[in-house]
């Protein structure tokens, strides 16, 4: 689904990334570990085009996208968290998903001249669809309350279901579980395996081990410029550079 070739960043005379290839399949579940300044979040900026590599190709459904703006490439069907969340606290939770829908009726001049009776129709829809994602992220019986008064762990969901809104195939997620209470926590976790369940792929960017553990089909460690993958959690811990420089 999603292929990094030879990407390199450097800010500088930081060499952030080095010519680092990967690859990322369709409904998997990938976490991107490592210390503070090892890339991560560059990695995350360059595959939703807020930065542009030095050099290398990034692919996505056979597509190169480094080139392409950010707006272009969540018209592509990628979406992201951030880990400052980007929500808008002044309007309820329902207003935020509905806000997220690719074609909303209400974002486009034209279809101030619609008759009304269309426009009441296509809102009707977007309006069942948000229903639908409120009820997968868990947040049905808050969907009234303002986003900002909420709490941190539901305000979360609320950054996954707007990226569900918008379609997304690959959901980009910074640091999902951090911060927040063993309830929420374990509603992210069983909505992050039902994503997978339906055949979407998930990046994620985490620190908890257990998460990491549980919910990784690889894990990639991020150190000195290079990427470097494993298949499971125990031959991450077992590693000795891993050991070193991450763990202790």
Known sequence: MLELQNISKSFG??????????????????????????????????ITGFL????????????????????????????RT?????????????????????????????????PQRLFREKYRQFAEQADQILEKVHLKEVENNLAGEISYGQQKLLTIGCGLANNADLLLLDEPVARIDKENYEKIYGLILRLKEEGKTVIQIEHNHDFVESLSDTVWFLHVGKATPFKDYQSFIADQT????YLN
């Not at 891993?242 to 420089?245: Q, W």
Request: no cysteine.
């Open 13 to 46: 005379q930081n060499h952030v990334l080095s010519g680092i290839n990967m690859t990322f399949e369709q409904g998997q579940t990938d976490t991107l570990v490592g210390g503070n300044g090892t890339g991560k979040i560059t990695l995350f900026n360059l």
């Open 52 to 79: 542009r590599p030095d050099q290398g190709k990034i692919i996505y459904k056979s597509g190169e996208i480094q080139k392409s703006s950010p707006v272009a490439i969540n018209y592509y069907g990628i979406t």
């Open 82 to 114: 951030f880990q400052y969340l980007r929500i808008i606290n002044q309007l309820a939770v329902k207003e935020n998903i509905l806000l997220s829908f690719k074609n909303n009726p209400g974002e486009k001049v034209f279809n101030a001249i619609l």
């Open 242 to 245: 891993v050991i070193r420089e």
